[in-house]
């Protein structure tokens, strides 16, 4: 599958308005402006040069589109930690009013354990949705850069990557998170009763 339609196909809504514009940016690189060079190729037609103005322009849209995608990422990432912070002060609230209650004493109702379990299943899903936007931009960078390079004959590659590593929006890892949240699941799940719940395994 090509990869403008596997971008399309895997797109999350609502990242939707984020990712990077890989037609676009590929419809650009036909726009050369230069004279015309008769083709090595007999049978194809003539193309133009790409010239400084054609490589200042794409590498501007270029540099736009890394912002856009860093940029998004960067605010979902923040806002997932701070998700994350405040179920783990929430779980450990429940969880040690469970503890600390006396005999005959009514602990956290079961109410609360379920949206302390819907919450924790959203951020999950939240965290894979933006590894999934990470991974298929970075394959876009990635992909169009080598494209530009084949087409034009101008080297983008090594300038971009140094780019890249400025606002790398894909450096970030995310298992730490997917463990920590499964901690928080199964110390939620099991009603705060670990120790219980490995005797079963």
Do not use: C
Request: charged letters at 35%.
């Amino acid at each position: 599958m090509k990869f403008g339609q596997q971008l399309r196909s895997s797109i999350i809504r609502e990242y939707q308005w984020h990712y990077i514009d890989y037609d676009g940016l590929k419809a650009d690189l036909k726009r050369a402006s230069g004279p015309l060079v008769a083709s090595s190729d007999p049978t194809k037609p003539p193309r133009r040069e790409w010239t400084e103005d054609d490589e200042s322009r794409f590498v501007s849209k270029l540099e736009a589109e890394l912002d856009k995608v860093h940029a998004k990422q960067q605010v979902k990432a923040m806002e997932i930690s701070r998700r994350i912070a405040v179920s783990e002060r929430e779980v450990q609230d429940v969880v040690g009013r469970l503890q600390d209650r006396g005999p005959g004493q009514e602990g956290p109702s079961e109410e609360e354990f379920m949206l302390l379990e819907e919450d924790l299943s959203d951020i999950i899903a939240d965290v894979h949705d933006l590894a999934k936007f990470v991974q298929v931009n970075y394959t876009g960078f990635y992909k169009i850069i080598k494209k530009h390079d084949k087409m034009t004959g101008w080297r983008l590659k090594p300038v971009f990557d140094t780019r890249l590593k400025a606002k790398p929006f894909y450096k970030e890892n995310y298992d730490a998170s997917v463990v920590r949240l499964s901690k928080l699941y199964d110390l939620v799940r099991t009603r705060g009763n670990l120790e219980h719940h490995h005797h079963h395994h």
